[in-house]
Antibody
Framework: QVQLVESGGGVVQPGRSLRLSCAAS????????MHWVRQAPGKGLDWVAF????????YYADSVKGRFTVSRDNSKKTLYLQMNSLGAEDTAVYYC??????????????WGQGTLVTVSS | DIQMTQSPSSLSASVGDRVTITCQAS??????LNWYQQKPGKAPKLLIY???NLEAGVPSRFSGGGSGTDFTFTISSLQPEDIATYYC?????????FGQGTRLDIK
């Protein structure tokens, strides 16, 4: 069925790195731009990063710029988020989300179930 | 960044009530405004895109309106399954930003 499944979350110490994955199925992954959105415990939604359908364009929230890198492997139908220099403020559920368009940002019409990242010593 | 301000932050209503949530942008965003529903422990779900367009499969009791800086989201007849937090989201300019959310429960 049409779905996104995130993985890679867990508990990580401050300053360390973590890579999240998002596996897509049931639709033409390579035709869609993708996003990462996060939600700190008990808080609202925060957009994190965007990547175009072919990976040629990506954009980041200021809070993660220079620390996080979004990438994709269309042959594997998988989206990634490499997170470096993690801090307590990065503790959140991370969602991958599909954009209905290919090369710009609009809305999120399909979401994964989320993966929890906890940054703690 | 464009600030999105929702009101109220929380709301209690009875089954069958008409419920309206507002979302105000800090600058003109045309109609580049979307609405999501998030139930506890679940991922958000797209309900309305481009201010007033109903996403496929979403019940017609949900509707949206507005343009520029002021937007509304309405449930015409509240149902028990509508208990959730609702978020607006703008995509006029990066970074994409969300409202702080409106928590809706049954009176």
């Amino acid at each position: 069925q049409v779905q996104l499944v995130e993985s890679g979350g867990g508990v990580v110490q401050p300053g360390r790195s973590l890579r999240l994955s998002c596996a897509a199925s049931g639709f033409s992954f390579s035709r869609h731009a993708m996003h990462w959105v996060r939600q700190a415990p008990g808080k609202g939604l925060d957009w994190v990063a965007f990547i175009s359908y072919d990976g040629s364009n990506n954009y980041y929230a200021d809070s993660v710029k220079g620390r996080f890198t979004v990438s994709r492997d269309n042959s594997k139908k998988t989206l990634y988020l490499q997170m470096n220099s993690l801090g307590a403020e990065d503790t959140a559920v991370y969602y991958c989300a599909r954009d209905p368009h290919s090369n710009s940002w609009y809305w999120f019409d399909l979401w994964g179930q989320g993966t929890l990242v906890t940054v703690s010593s | 960044d464009i600030q999105m301000t929702q009101s109220p932050s929380s709301l209690s209503a009875s089954v069958g009530d008409r419920v309206t949530i507002t979302c105000q942008a800090s600058q003109d965003i045309n109609n580049y405004l979307n609405w999501y529903q998030q139930k506890p422990g679940k991922a958000p779900k797209l309900l309305i895109y481009d201010a007033s367009n109903l996403e496929a499969g979403v019940p017609s009791r949900f509707s949206g309106g507005g343009s520029g800086t002021d937007f509304t989201f309405t449930i015409s007849s509240l149902q028990p399954e509508d208990i959730a937090t609702y978020y607006c989201q703008q995509y006029h300019i990066l970074p994409i930003t969300f409202g702080q959310g409106t928590r809706l429960d049954i009176k």
